[in-house]
């Protein structure tokens, strides 16, 4: 792949604003096992290698196992993931999936019920920035770490 423009470089204010949102995510209700499985999943989809690599590496790092990072893709299909887990997944998968039908009244009104509110505008913020960083990192051919 050619070498690209790197954004927090040539637009410094832009980076900062992404690092502004990921602030205020640290801030929210949203474990640290779901923001994981989170961002590997939306990276996942959206075939993001730097942020795969990146976010399984820190998943790993925060005690999360081998099996369910490598059965991710397939989370419908095993037990390995508790029923808000299953929630936040299938709430991760439809918002980055937005092309598709975008958040279901079904999978909405679960979050609602399961964490209320303002777990919702947290998930949805957080999903919305992982995709951002995905498309920033595919965009600009972000190389993986060696």
């Known amino acids: 792949m050619s070498k690209r423009i790197n954004i ?3 637009e410094p204010k832009a980076y900062k604003a992404m690092l502004g949102l990921e602030g205020y995510l640290a801030t929210t ?3 640290r096992t779901h923001k994981e ?3 590997i999943r939306a990276s996942q989809i959206n075939g993001c290698a730097f942020c795969i690599d990146m976010h399984t590496k820190d998943a790993l790092k925060n ?11 397939a989370w419908k299909e095993t037990d390995l993931y508790s029923e808000e887990e299953k ?3 299938a709430a991760t998968e439809e918002i980055t999936l937005i092309h598709k039908e975008g958040l279901s009244e079904k999978t909405y009104q679960k979050v609602i019920e399961t964490f209320g ?7 949805i913020m957080f999903v919305v920035t992982i995709n951002a960083w995905n498309r920033i990192a595919i965009s600009t051919h972000l190389e993986i770490p060696k």
């Open 8 to 10: 927090q470089e040539v």
């Open 29 to 31: 209700d949203i474990s």
């Open 37 to 39: 499985l989170i961002k």
């Open 63 to 73: 005690g999360e196992t081998n099996q369910r990072i490598f059965l991710l893709n």
């Open 87 to 89: 929630i936040i997944l």
């Open 117 to 123: 509110e303002n777990y919702v505008a947290q998930l």
